[in-house]
C-alpha cells in the first residue's frame, strides 16, 4: 500500500510504478480538506460527548456493590461483541420513521406525524458515541476504582458540595485517563465505516468512506493508498500518545 500510494493512476482502473508525489499533494486541495475536517469534527464530537457521559457514569459506578460493578462491566463488554454493521441497522431502524422513535414522539403529540430522524449529521453522532462509550468506561474505570475514597471525603469535609468535590478534585485528578480515553474514542470512530453510510448522508462520508470510493469506484488505488497511509499514522500517532499518558498516570 506504501508502494501504491506513489504510483500515478492510469486509465482502466489500473497504476504505473511511477514514482510521483502528487497523490500526497491532494491533501492540500480543497477536497481533502474537507473530508479531514468532516472525518475529525465527527471523530471528535463523538469522543468528547462519550467520555462526558462515560466520566460521571463510571464515578457513580465504583461507588456500587461489587455484584453492580460486575453486572454494568458485563453489559458493557456485550455491548462491545456487537458489529459495526449490527449497531448501524439498528440504529437505522430505531430512527426510521416506520418503526423508530418518531411514532413514539408523534403519539406522545411532541411532533404533528411521525419522520425518520436519519440519515442525517444528528444520527451519524449519536451511531457513534454509543460505540465509543463503552470503551470510554473500560479505560476509565481501572483508574477511577484505584483513586482514593479519603480524598473526595477530605474535600466533601471542607465544606465542598458533592458537585463541586467532583469537579475540582477528581476530574482534575483523572485529566491524563481523561485525555486517553478522548484519544482512544477519536481513533477508534475515525475508522469508522459502516454508520456514515448507513446513517450519514454523503456529505457526512468519513475519510474511511472517501478511500473505498477512491478504491473502487473510482478506480484510483494511488490516492486511496495515499490517505489509508495518512489515516495509519494519524492512528498510530494518537495511540502513542494515549500509551505514554497511561505510562505517566501508572508512574504517577
Request: net charge neutral; aromatic share 12%; charged share 10%.
Amino acid at each position: 500500500m506504501l508502494a501504491i500510494s506513489f504510483f500515478r493512476q492510469s486509465s482502466g482502473g489500473f497504476y504505473e510504478p511511477v514514482f510521483t508525489l502528487d497523490n500526497f499533494g491532494r491533501f492540500l486541495s480543497p477536497f481533502f480538506a474537507k473530508v479531514l475536517t468532516v472525518s475529525v469534527s465527527f471523530s471528535a464530537g463523538a469522543a468528547a460527548i462519550a467520555v462526558a457521559i462515560a466520566f460521571p457514569f463510571t464515578y457513580l459506578l465504583v461507588q456500587m456493590s461489587g455484584r453492580a460493578q460486575a453486572v454494568a462491566l458485563v453489559f458493557l463488554l456485550s455491548v462491545l461483541s456487537l458489529s459495526e454493521v449490527i449497531i448501524g441497522f439498528s440504529w437505522s431502524t430505531i430512527l426510521s420513521q416506520t418503526a423508530g422513535i418518531g411514532n413514539i414522539l408523534a403519539g406522545l403529540g411532541l411532533i404533528s406525524e411521525s419522520r425518520s430522524f436519519s440519515p442525517s449529521s444528528g444520527a451519524l453522532l449519536t451511531a457513534l458515541v454509543y460505540l465509543g462509550f463503552p470503551y470510554s468506561v473500560l479505560v476509565i474505570y481501572p483508574a477511577m476504582s484505584r483513586l482514593d475514597p479519603e480524598i473526595p471525603e477530605a474535600a466533601r469535609m471542607c465544606g465542598a458540595s458533592p458537585v463541586r468535590t467532583f469537579f475540582t478534585t477528581v476530574v482534575p485528578m483523572m485529566r491524563n485517563t481523561i485525555t486517553g480515553a478522548l484519544i482512544l474514542v477519536f481513533v477508534f470512530t475515525l475508522g469508522a465505516y459502516i454508520l456514515p453510510q448507513t446513517l450519514g448522508r454523503p456529505q457526512d462520508w468519513t475519510l474511511s468512506v472517501h478511500i473505498t470510493d477512491q478504491a473502487v469506484f473510482q478506480s484510483n488505488l494511488p490516492f486511496a493508498s495515499a490517505m489509508s497511509i495518512f489515516l495509519l499514522l494519524v492512528s498510530l500517532a494518537l495511540v502513542g500518545l494515549s500509551m505514554l499518558l497511561g505510562q505517566t498516570e501508572t508512574k504517577r
